[in-house]
């Protein structure tokens, strides 16, 4: 839930890259941090744990408008791949407002993005959320070796996998190259934002100090 912050004029909301390990959400929020005006983001941190690490950063969405005279400040954050670091994932996913699921699109690390999206939902679960009501697209990553030597999955095989009734739009990309990570980010973003705003709107809530 999107948290008022009376002190800067700000509603803060939070999106999550949410995914397996090794499948490009750092690689994503590193790219994304790059292509941003340095006046509408903040510094990008990394919190290491033994060989993992969650990246976030701050960012002022400035297209997107505003909640009455209130800006909205996004915050992106990545979860740790590695099961092990669940609990960090459950910390991390706390107050989420929007998600990117990136999913591996090499064909060994199928299972992984199964199990992945099995375990947001169960984390969101846990929290009491339902992942049907939080706004979230799905990133088929690792599409630049598509036509290569190392096999991977078909975009109907991945849609079948993470998106079987289509109701997430989906977007291919290579975050190491770059393509798609722009549309990815600015669709959730849109969702996001749409999705802070909505209760203000419908309850003609007023945001006084």
């Known amino acids: 839930m999107a948290i008022i912050d009376f002190r800067s004029n700000e509603i803060c909301g939070k999106i ?42 701050d960012f002022l969405p400035m297209d997107l408008g505003q909640i009455g005279n209130f800006r909205v400040k996004l915050s992106l954050y990545t979860v740790p791949g590695q099961v092990r670091y ?21 064909a060994i690390r199928r299972e992984r993005n199964i199990e992945s999206l099995r375990n947001l939902r169960d984390n969101l679960s846990e929290q009491g959320k ?30 079948e996998d993470l998106n079987g009734d289509g109701g997430y739009e989906a977007f291919p990309a290579s975050a190491l190259v770059g393509d798609g990570v722009k549309e990815t980010f600015k669709r959730i973003c849109m969702l996001t934002v749409a999705n802070v705003r909505e209760p203000f709107i419908r309850g003609g809530m007023k945001l006084t100090r």
């Open 16 to 57: 999550v890259y949410y995914g397996p390990g090794r499948g490009g959400k750092t690689t994503n929020l590193v790219t994304i941090h790059r292509f941003l005006g340095s006046q509408a983001k903040g510094e990008l941190l990394s919190i290491d744990t033994s060989g993992d690490r969650t990246l976030l950063f």
């Open 86 to 106: 669940n609990d960090t994932r459950k910390l991390v996913l706390k107050g989420v407002d929007g998600i990117v699921f990136v999913a591996d699109s090499l």
């Open 130 to 159: 339902d992942v049907s009501k939080i706004p979230m697209v799905l990133q088929y990553n690792k599409r630049d070796l598509e036509g290569g030597r190392i096999p991977i999955l078909s975009l109907d095989d991945l849609e």
